[in-house]
């Protein structure tokens, strides 16, 4: 069983659904941490619920992303983390994680990468008129939703999709997907029962 931790800064439905499998025993993994970026945050309130410390910070209160970063990595180090999950954390990871966890942070992008990089990946997809886009499962790397990917599903778009309903159509297949692939990559090297 892997020790992880996960890191969102907003609504956390990714993270629920990542609570919600290993509760039922479809990915072996014990969530140590959620860490969070933003106090009014509702992956916040999701780990209440689920009994899961949080490590709440606010970027400002510290020098630099190093600062933050390596007090984060303290906090992994402490609880015997081996896999970082990220799941709607909107910032860059820096060179403090990224050195002592290199090909062990995961994210999920709402879109086929490498299309749509950064912020509002829906929106551009919507804006540029594309008939396809989906869901991609990466390693994470210095850049922005650059590194190796792991997993894709492609999702049509219609011409009378709106945000919402793209947004629907693509969160329905990360929740699932998600928990999916963090399972086979958490028992990867593993003999099958
Ligand atoms: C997801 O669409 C994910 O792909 C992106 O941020 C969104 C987070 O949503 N990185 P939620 O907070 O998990 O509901």
């Known amino acids: 069983m892997k020790n992880i931790a996960v890191f969102a800064s907003g609504n956390g439905s990714n993270f629920q659904a990542i609570i919600d499998a290993v509760e ?22 999701r780990a209440k619920k689920a009994g899961i410390p949080q490590f709440v910070f606010s970027a400002k209160d ?22 970082v999950i990220l799941a709607g954390y909107m910032r860059l990871i ?29 929106g551009q997809a919507l804006k540029a008129r594309v008939k396809m886009s989906g869901v991609t499962i990466h390693f994470v790397d210095a850049g922005m939703d650059t590194g190796p990917i792991i997993a894709q599903q492609a999702v049509g778009v ?15 297949i990360e929740h699932e997907l998600y928990p999916q692939i963090l399972h086979e990559l958490f028992t990867a090297g593993e003999e099958k029962q």
């Open 62 to 83: 510290y020098a630099s992303k190093a600062d933050y970063e390596k007090e984060i990595l303290f906090r992994l180090n402490e609880l015997g983390v081996e896999f």
């Open 94 to 122: 820096g060179a403090v994680l990224l050195s002592d966890f290199e090909g062990k942070i995961v994210n999920i992008h709402p879109s086929l990468l490498p299309a749509f990089t950064g912020k509002d990946a829906i």
């Open 24 to 45: 039922a025993g479809k990915v072996d993994a014990s969530i140590k941490l959620l860490v969070c970026d933003r106090e009014n945050a509702f992956a916040i309130e």
């Open 158 to 172: 219609s011409a009378d999709d709106t945000r919402e309903s793209l947004q629907e159509k693509i969160q329905k």
